[in-house]
Nanobody, 118 residues
């Protein structure tokens, strides 16, 4: 079993910055591809950014150039640095851990709210 605990959300003005963290426990962190998703009011949860165990990152077009995903495999922590925030970035942000080899475990954190005021 993997536990993921997000932190760092909050209220920020347009143009501001936040850094989200996701602390993982109960697993070999480096075995997992890690990602951040977000969910605005409604059922859809969208991928924001993902990073492989080796550090290769991919981003949604809407956040490219503004957000940076990173991971510390020695501390079992995933980060999301968010700059130049916009009201459209307002959402609950979720940390995700996916093991790309069998067993293909998939875990979610509880989410952290990010609100960007205009």
């Amino acid at each position: 079993q993997v536990q993921l605990v997000e932190s760092g959300g909050g209220l920020v003005q347009t143009g501001g910055s936040l850094r989200l963290s996701c602390a993982a426990s109960g697993t070999s962190f480096s075995d997992y591809r890690m990602a951040w998703y977000r969910q605005a009011p409604g059922p859809q949860r969208d991928l924001v950014a993902m990073i492989t165990s080796g550090g290769m990152a991919n981003y949604a077009d809407s956040v490219k150039g503004r957000f940076t995903i990173s991971r510390d495999n020695t501390k079992n922590i995933l980060y999301l640095q968010m700059n130049s925030l916009k009201p459209d970035d307002t959402a609950v942000y979720y940390c995700n851990a996916f093991r790309p080899i069998p067993p293909r475990n998939n875990y979610w954190g509880q989410g952290t709210q990010v609100t960007v005021s205009s």
